[in-house]
């Protein structure tokens, strides 16, 4: 009766010290290539598309469990689109990618660009600091510089763009007293 209540051990193990559970390779070898670090190859390779599904994000259309309209898919936009009744491609003209060139008779810019360029824009440089010493600051200078003499250009800020855009506009409406207090306008309205 005693032999019916042996249990067997399931595990296999005396304890649960680390040592009976290494890990399935050694993390550092020594060999032919030195020591290193070893563990599963990961090579950029790998990930390269094609019909053993490494990377289904760019080549979806290997992928046989993916929908058979994604079959052949090549990132490019179709031309048209599918006849639900039909189930044919109907082309579209206006869906269809053209490269539209300008014409360039009468341009006056070449694509050459002379070696005395770096000469010219220094010349320009040397210019234009020269008058934001005599005027005392860049505001003062640039008001004395035309914009293509100047060197570097002007930064692209909200008060250069106002000034380009509404700058003229706003002075002259302030100049005819659209602006102020209720008051002063109905006076300029009734006067």
Do not use: C
Request: net charge positive; glycine share 6%.
């Amino acid at each position: 009766m005693a032999a019916s209540l042996v249990t067997v051990s399931t595990r296999g193990v005396r304890s649960l010290n680390w040592t009976n559970f290494r890990a399935p390779w050694p993390f550092v070898k020594k060999g032919a290539r030195g020591q290193r670090k070893i563990g599963p190859f990961h090579y950029e390779k790998f990930k390269w598309p094609g019909q053993n599904r490494e990377f289904p994000e760019l080549s979806p259309k290997w992928h046989k469990e993916n929908p058979a309209r994604l079959h052949r898919y090549t990132g490019v936009y179709e031309e048209g689109y599918i006849d639900p009744v039909t189930g044919k491609h109907v082309y579209v003209p206006e869906m269809h990618a053209e490269l539209v060139v300008p014409n360039l008779e009468g341009f006056k810019l070449k694509p050459y660009v002379s070696f005395r360029t770096d000469v010219e824009i220094e010349k320009r440089r040397r210019i234009y600091e020269a008058k934001v010493r005599e005027k005392g600051s860049k505001v003062l200078a640039d008001l004395y510089t035309l914009e293509n003499e100047r060197w570097p250009p002007p930064k692209m800020d909200a008060e250069t763009l106002f000034e380009l855009s509404y700058g003229e506009q706003v002075r002259q409406a302030y100049k005819e007293g659209k602006y102020g207090t209720p008051e002063k306008k109905k006076k300029i309205e009734k006067s």
